[in-house]
Structures are given as C-alpha cells and as structure tokens.
Nanobody, 124 residues
C-alpha cells in the first residue's frame, strides 16, 4: 500500500495549485482520504476530507478556497487550492483512514497510511 503526494511548489499569494494523491496497492474508492498539512513550528492539522461516497469536509480556514475530489478510475484524490495565502504554506500530506473508524475526520490516529508530503510555499 502506498500513497504518493505531488503537485506542490512555490506560488504567489492569490495563486492556485492542484495537489494529487495517487494510491497504489489498494482500491481507492473503498476508502476515506484526507489531506493534512504541517507548517513550520506548528502541529499538523486536517485540511480536507472525502469519504468513499464522495461527501466532503473542510477546515474553516480553507472553506470556499479549496476543493477536494476523487477520480476512482485513476485511483487518485486531488486538492484544488485557489486564492492561496501565505498562511497556507506547509507540507501537505494525504492519508488513508482506517475503514473501521467513523466520526471526526481530523483525528490523526485514525489514518493508517500516509503519503510522503509535498511542500507548498505561498510567497511573493
């Protein structure tokens, strides 16, 4: 089982990026997937979540700017990030939630596999 996060980079404030999380070794459409991020000196936090039925959730700080989606045919989850702000600068991780877990999606212990992270830097 593997998750491969990609798509990060350097972007100016107000710009956009699309992150990808490619899954291998399992069927993505059977699982819930989340994006987390960790900024320097801060704890990791949940950014967005999509369950196996396609229902989505977002942290308040990114609502209206980020969109999570999944392409089961490509076994990939995406995070479209628009109107980026300097405070969005962080390493972004995708993670697979244990199938036995329900409830709050922000609990890190509920995830069994994590991607390696992709750096997003928002700066002029």
């Amino acid at each position: 089982v593997q998750l491969q996060a990609s798509g990060g980079g350097l972007v100016q404030p107000g710009g956009s990026l699309r992150l990808s999380c490619a899954a291998s070794g399992f069927t993505l459409d059977d699982h819930d997937i989340a994006w987390f991020r960790q900024a320097p000196g801060k704890e990791r936090e949940g950014v967005s979540f999509i369950n196996s039925n396609g229902r989505t959730y977002y942290a308040d700080s990114v609502k209206g700017r980020f969109t999570i989606s999944r392409d089961n045919a490509k076994n990939t989850v995406y995070l479209q990030m628009n109107s980026l702000k300097p405070e969005d600068t962080a390493v972004y991780y995708c993670a697979r939630r244990l199938r036995t877990v329900v409830g709050s999606w922000t609990r890190e212990w509920a995830y069994d596999y994590w991607g390696q992270g992709t750096q997003v830097t928002v700066s002029s």
